[in-house]
């Protein structure tokens, strides 16, 4: 328990000192400088209605905003496509990306019309899970479909204002069975650690997890940005991360005969797409309005703006309004980061990758995961032990609070 402390200040710390970049008034997109494989992120901001616990960049959905905003959101990507760029997969984010399902594939048959698109990864929630969406989504091309659950008890999904949006626990599960086959994938997105939460609970939804047999499952720790903190303490009560490792421990344990771990927190059966696009590819554009890219070692985010946004790329510019290039050193925590919560890393290819020696670069965070039990050398790789794997639930969690903090900043400069 002391170990897993400092792991969640130190990453605090640092995460909230990597993501310290100061918004100005604008910024370019990093040029490409060669040409590996990257993936474009997709940022669809509008839900019919807000979650509480809820710190993504999201806004209530507007029919005539949200189709200007698509619209600006093709620019965009034919912008990317005339700087050079080329992507191989797609990620659709939210929001809710099927939020009016008719823009959604223009802009897809957009994207896929000028780049050599191989994989499609949607975000929806479960009222959506309807006969003439999922076929669409199929027309699209859309390989893996991600359901936002978060849990099937019938409390919590009231007291996070889920219930009469998306249905009862039994409900969802029902809807969940008849996506089943469509896609390549069917990811469902689940919460654990909400306040309150029992562990009888959490066995109520691994046993209907477990019986729908769904291709790939993400368990998320309950992650709050300081903002959401105190709405979600009025709500539901205080977050205690102490009671996280527990109930990770329930969860690796009962999926570990039909699921393997793609990522410290993604669970996949047999051989389907990752969940997490972070660890897949190494560049990534953030298109839309708030949306974070990483890009040549520069990290940049969009105007959370909207009307700036859609002002921006009627105007032929890039929305850019923070970006930092990162240090080598930083680039290679970062690699860090991301290829072991993929669960394994390969030192030899990061150094090659970076033009350094990654060894000495990483010495003391190698040095210290080995000593605490959670990293162990394999096939030449250092793969993150089963102990390891809840570090990397903590890293990754105060991570995208850091993220999500970062959102918070940014918006606050436009209320
Ligand atoms: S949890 Fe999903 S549906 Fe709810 S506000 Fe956030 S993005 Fe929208």
């Not at 997109?29 to 809820?54: G, K």
Request: glycine share 8%; with cysteine.
């Amino acid at each position: 328990m002391l170990v897993e402390k400092l792991i969640c200040n130190v990453a605090r710390k640092k995460n909230a000192d990597y993501l310290r970049f100061r918004p100005g008034e604008s910024y370019d997109v990093p040029r490409p400088r060669d040409a590996i494989p990257r993936l474009l992120y997709l940022h669809v901001p509008f839900c019919e209605e807000l979650c509480p616990y809820c710190s993504f960049n999201r806004v209530v959905f507007r029919e005539q905003v949200a189709r200007d905003y698509f619209r600006a959101l093709r620019k965009e990507i034919s912008m990317y496509g005339d700087l050079g760029y080329s992507f191989n997969a797609i990620y659709v984010g939210g929001g809710t990306p099927t939020v009016l399902i008719d823009e959604l594939a223009q802009t897809l048959n957009l994207a896929k019309g000028i780049f050599p698109i191989r994989e499609i990864s949607v975000e929806t929630n479960p009222n959506h899970l309807t006969g003439p969406n999922l076929a669409q989504l199929r027309d699209m091309g859309v390989n893996r479909l991600s359901v936002g659950v978060q849990t099937f008890d019938d409390g919590i999904l009231r007291t996070v204002e889920r219930f009469h949006k998306y249905g009862s626990g039994e409900e969802i599960a029902a809807r969940l069975k008849e996506t089943m086959g469509y896609f390549d994938t069917l990811n469902v997105d689940m919460i654990f650690n909400f306040p309150r939460q029992t562990m009888a609970m959490l066995e109520h939804d691994l046993d209907i997890l477990t019986g729908l047999h769904v291709d790939q499952v993400t368990f998320y720790p309950l992650m709050v940005s300081t903002s959401t903190e105190r709405i979600m303490g009025k709500k539901l009560g205080k977050v205690d991360y102490d009671r996280g490792r527990g109930m990770y421990m329930k969860i690796t344990d009962r999926l570990k005969d039909a699921y393997v771990p793609s990522t410290a927190w993604c669970f996949s059966r047999g051989d389907v797409m990752i969940d997490e696009y972070v660890v897949n590819y190494d560049e990534y554009a953030g298109l839309g309005s708030g949306s974070i890219g990483y890009l040549g070692g520069s990290v940049y985010s969009n105007t959370f703006d909207i009307p700036a946004y859609i002002e921006h790329l009627n105007n032929g510019q890039f929305p850019v309004a923070a970006r930092k290039d990162c240090s080598t050193r930083e680039r290679l925590l970062y690699d860090f980061l991301m290829k072991l919560f993929g669960i394994s890393l390969d030192l030899d290819e990061l150094s090659q990758k970076h033009g350094v020696n990654a060894y000495i670069y990483l010495l003391p965070e190698v040095t210290f995961f080995r000593s605490t039990g959670g990293l162990m050398k394999k096939d030449n790789k250092i793969v993150l032990t089963p102990k390891g794997q809840y570090y990397w639930v903590i890293m990754m969690r105060e991570f995208f609070i850091a993220v999500n903090n970062f959102r918070d900043y940014c918006r606050s400069l436009i209320d």
